[in-house]
């Protein structure tokens, strides 16, 4: 089984500060993907919901 690629030329918003945001990294651990949060956004509790926006 091929392991699918993925466009990663999406752009990071050119003033993160004023939208809140912030670039993070993204892990991949055999099937499952994560992404590391910082400390700042760090959420309580062991589950949270994520919502995807665009593609």
């Known amino acids: ?30 099937a499952n993907q994560a992404v590391r949060i910082p400390k700042e956004f760090e959420l309580p509790g062991t589950q949270a919901l994520m919502h995807r926006e665009g593609n």
């Open 1 to 30: 089984m091929s392991t699918p690629t993925h466009n990663t030329s999406e752009t990071i918003a050119q003033n993160p500060v004023s939208t809140g945001a912030r670039a993070v990294k993204l892990l991949r651990n055999g």
